[in-house]
């Protein structure tokens, strides 16, 4: 496809991971499970948001292989390079050059307020940095940056999509639109999986507590035993209920998964006991995933396909980039090289 075309034809959709910790199930559900239901419908454009993770200070060798993993685990997932742009944030410079940009058109106050900021410098407190308080604007940047329409997430992220749209709009108002005023693209379910340990908590990819979450390449084993140990009530029916978050949070895993509804979920596994809605979940979750950890282990023998593909959607990415920073140079008055 040529972007040109697409542009003007298709919506464009963005989104992205951060390369920390491990992707989880709550990652796919929330996110990539959405993103491949629309590369047929959408110009999509994802990204490893290898600048983002900086905040928190990164072992460098770690890093770099963590990166390549979360690529190519993109890749074995489904996300396919012939219909989407698959990229590493840090290969495309206007990513940076768009946040600088924006940060002007931003208030100190209004990143002080997010809540994302709040909790990470209180549990990074050695290291509050720049980059934390500035992380919602490169986000902004992210999406901004490729006129994007729609950005499908997870819950979490919704506050950083409505500051990207008011710097969208408080830029578009100053000078004339120049940006696409982006849209968050929550699920109805799963848009919040919760931790396996600890229902009341999110499913977190960089959580300490091993049994907590779900990688989308953990071995079979490894999943079964984190399934058969998760966290539920001691009322053993199986109902999709508030006050039973682990039992309904199982139950949104095990209908996204399956593509089965709550409902028959619930009629077939309400009196079966925990122990056997669990180990079944658990084996739903184990089949969905059995390709993409093969796919995975199979690309990640193949590092030359991988750099190849990033390479070649770095390139794509920088193109559509280009026009947004030349437009916004021109608005703000920069005199173009
Ligand atoms: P990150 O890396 O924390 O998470 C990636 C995506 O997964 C979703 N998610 C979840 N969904 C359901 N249940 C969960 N337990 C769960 N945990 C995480 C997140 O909402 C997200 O969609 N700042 C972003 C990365 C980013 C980005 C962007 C996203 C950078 N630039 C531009 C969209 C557009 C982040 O840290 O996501």
Redesign the pocket.
Known sequence: MTEQSNVERKKIV?????P?GII?I??Y????NNWLGMQDEYDCIF?I?DL?ALTVRQVPAEYRARATSFFAQYLACGLDPEKSILYF?SHVAEHSELAWILNCYTYVGEMQRMTQFKDKSAKHEDNVNMGLLD?PV??AA??LLYQ?SL???????KQ??EIARDIATRFNNIYSPTFTVPEAYIAKS??????LQNPSA????SDPDPNAAVSIIDDPDTIMRKFKRAVTDCEPVVEYREDKPGVSNLLTIFSVMTGRSIDSLVEEYHDTGYAKFKADCGEAVVEKLRPVREEYLRLMDDKKYLADVAAKGAERARRIAARTMTKVKKKIGLVLA
């Open positions: 963005y989104s992205g991971i951060q920390t989880t709550g990652n559900i929330g996110a990539i990204g948001a983002h944030q992380y490169l986000m992210d999406i994007t950005v499908p997430v997870g819950i979490d992220q950083h999509l799963g848009a919040k999986i919760a931790s999110k499913m977190s990819k």
